[in-house]
């Protein structure tokens, strides 16, 4: 399994994330097709909320 995907979203590392689904590679592809939008629309606003500074 590659680390990561290719893609213009951010990196999502798959090594772990298949640690914690079992190693299935089906768990991974199945969370990255329904879920990687979402997951980097989190990522987003976990960064404009560090940068704001507040806690």
């Given at each position: 399994?590659?680390?990561?995907?290719?893609?213009?979203?951010?990196?999502?590392?798959l090594?772990?994330?298949?640690?914690?689904?079992?190693?299935?590679?089906?768990?991974?592809?199945?969370?990255?097709?329904?879920?990687?939008?979402?997951?980097?629309?989190?990522?987003?606003?976990l960064g404009?909320?560090?940068?704001?500074?507040?806690?």
């Open positions: 399994m590659k680390i990561t995907e290719s893609s213009d979203m951010p990196p999502i590392d090594v772990a994330l298949g640690k914690m689904l079992g190693d299935d590679p089906a768990l991974v592809q199945m969370i990255l097709g329904k879920f990687r939008a979402e997951i980097a629309g989190d990522i987003a606003a404009e909320l560090a940068a704001s500074g507040d806690p």
